[in-house]
């Protein structure tokens, strides 16, 4: 193959990997306990039993990773809606102690149309010597609970990204 051909080969190759988007963006659902969301890429979806400060829930988790960051939405159903609050509250210390981290921010967030109680937070961990950032949103609307959250190395959550995943996120 002469040399110009395989120049004009490369820089073709190299054009059309530029052209495949990295974060392709489609709306996921729910299962059980409805939603909808933007994720980056084809979901996953598993339940696990977690303890709430010694509440029991099954929480689904819908989840999808781009280059070591994880956009994930787990929700759960409690047995009342009075829980909720202290749901949050054990869901935001569980995040933070899962990343061996410390909390840089929490608070509640504004009245958001159709839910009961929103609490955005954000924490610096560690995962394997490795830095992560955990930015999460944890939303009440009766008695069910929601965590819509990013974790990845700092450098590689990018808050265009983080908007477009946060703000896409809406119980049903």
């Known amino acids: 193959m002469p ?11 190299v054009l059309l990997s530029a052209c495949s988007p990295k974060y392709n963006w489609r709306e996921a659902h729910g299962g059980t306990i409805q939603f909808t969301v933007l994720l980056p890429a084809k979901p996953a979806t598993f339940s ?15 989840a999808a990773e781009i280059d070591g960051v994880t956009f994930a939405v787990g ?16 869901m935001q210390t569980a995040l933070v102690n899962n990343i061996s981290g410390n909390l840089k921010e929490a608070h509640i967030a504004g009245k958001q149309t159709n839910v009961d109680r929103v609490l955005d937070i954000a924490a610096d961990g560690v995962s394997r010597g490795q830095p992560l950032l955990l930015q999460a949103r944890l939303i009440a609307k009766g ?3 929601y965590q819509v959250l990013i974790i990845g190395n700092p450098k590689d959550v990018s808050a265009e990204n983080a908007e477009t995943f946060f703000t896409s996120f809406k119980p049903t």
């Open 3 to 13: 040399f110009l051909s395989r120049c004009l080969l490369i820089a073709a190759l």
């Open 75 to 90: 929700a759960a159903e409690l047995p009342d809606a009075e829980r909720a609050g202290k749901a949050l509250d054990s």
């Open 143 to 145: 008695s069910r609970i």
């Open 48 to 62: 696990r039993q977690i303890d709430l400060n010694g509440l029991p829930v099954t929480m689904t988790m819908t």
